[in-house]
């Protein structure tokens, strides 16, 4: 299908979108790493077809998104499988035109026809409560990464789909060997893909010791990887 000048097409990756999408991971964060996450997230478990996302224009790609499967893993080692959100990108020329909003909107659709429960999303908190995110700490839901809780959402994405559900939300194994990867190179400035402020605190936790930041990360680093 072509998309027409004014027309945006949301559709599933395909083969010849992969170094457009790694580019525009590239410019919109600044930095390599959240591309070399996308790169390996799609060859790893968590990968699910359909579910990494390109917004088309003018037969360009200008936008992606990646849902990757994670679980909620109670007290007791029970788990129920969720979609996280994250990296998604968006060329800087067409920032704030509504395109991030489209590709989270079909990839929530999309896992919900896959009959997930639930999605996940670290990130910033103006953007994601928009789309019917919550707070995950309100249904005692948290991520593994210090001081992220007031920025780790979880959306119900069938009625009741959360009842009785608490726990850590494990990310796919690809955010902990990045950040493995990272905790090895020499430090540098941390990564623009979370909120200023929680790598602003971390960064005050860490007392100089300054880590990149991703969803998933830094903790789950230290954990062991999700079992898939
Ligand atoms: C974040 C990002 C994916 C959003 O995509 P986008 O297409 O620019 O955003 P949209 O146009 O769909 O969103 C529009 C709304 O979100 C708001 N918004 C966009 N980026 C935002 C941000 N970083 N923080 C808070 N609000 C943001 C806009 O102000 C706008 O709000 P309004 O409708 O009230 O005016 C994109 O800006 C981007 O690629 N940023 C760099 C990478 C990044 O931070 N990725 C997210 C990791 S958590």
Redesign the pocket.
């Known amino acids: 299908m072509k998309s027409s000048e004014k027309e945006l097409l949301i559709r599933g990756e395909r083969e010849a979108d992969l170094a457009a999408i790694h580019e525009i991971n590239l410019l919109?964060?600044g930095q390599e790493d959240e591309a070399k996450l996308v790169d390996s997230l799609r060859k790893g478990k968590s990968y699910i077809k359909g579910l990494s996302l390109v917004a088309i224009k003018e037969d360009k790609v200008i936008?992606h998104?990646i849902f990757t499967k994670a679980f909620i893993v109670n007290k007791a080692g029970k788990r129920q499988a969720c979609i996280a959100l994250?990296?998604?990108?968006?060329h800087?020329e067409?920032?704030?035109?509504?395109?991030?909003?489209?590709?989270v909107e079909e990839g929530l659709e999309r896992g919900r026809e896959l009959a997930f429960n639930s999605a996940v999303?670290?990130?910033?908190k103006?953007?994601y409560p928009?789309f019917g995110f919550k707070p995950a700490s309100e249904r005692n839901i948290r991520s593994t990464f210090p001081g992220a809780e007031e920025y780790f959402f979880i959306l119900e994405l069938k009625g009741g789909g959360l009842k009785g559900i608490s726990g850590v939300v494990q990310y796919a194994r690809e955010f902990s060997m990045l950040a493995e990867a990272k905790k090895k190179e020499k430090p540098k400035e941390p990564a623009?893909?979370?909120?200023n402020e929680i790598q602003q605190k971390n960064l005050s936790q860490q007392s100089g010791d300054i880590n990149t930041v991703q969803?998933g990360g830094e903790n789950i680093l230290n954990s062991n990887p999700p079992p898939q």
């Open positions: 919109a964060f936008g998104a994250g990296p998604m990108a968006v800087p067409h920032q704030r035109h509504g395109i991030g909003i489209k590709l999303v670290l990130g910033h103006e953007y928009r623009t893909e979370m909120p969803p």
